[in-house]
């Protein structure tokens, strides 16, 4: 059974940081697109970050404010969030998939990500 467990979510000040863990379990990661989303309420997912799969080491993707990084062998995958604002709030989302048609797609349940003013 596949298992995608967020952590790291909470409440945060605007300006502030936090780092968000994505624990998989039932899967090797390091074939698969690692990703971050967040879904704010009344909003559409939205897709945050992501790292191709096929890395044999842990690969840093920056954008913007958030950095997404992978650790193969530890099978997780995080998101380092800076400068948080108000906007940021959402429910954050991590997906393995295999970016093809009928390709595998695996989600977690989310994590909580509110930054208050």
């Known amino acids: 059974q596949v298992q995608l467990v967020e952590s790291g979510g909470g409440l945060v000040q605007a300006g502030g940081s936090l780092r968000l863990s994505c624990s998989a379990s039932g899967i090797q990661i390091d074939i698969y697109r690692m990703s971050w989303y967040r879904q704010a309420p009344g909003k559409q997912r939205e897709l945050v970050a992501f790292?191709?799969?096929?890395?044999?080491n842990s690969v840093d993707s920056k954008k913007g404010r958030f950095t997404i990084s992978r650790d193969n062998a530890k099978n997780e995958v995080y998101l380092q969030m800076n400068s948080l604002q108000p906007e940021d709030t959402a429910v954050y989302y991590c997906?393995?998939?295999?970016?093809?048609?009928?390709?595998?797609?695996?989600w977690g349940q989310g994590t909580q990500v509110t930054v208050s003013i």
């Open positions: 790292v191709p799969g096929g890395r044999t």
């Open positions: 997906s393995a998939s295999v970016p093809i048609v009928g390709g595998a797609e695996y």
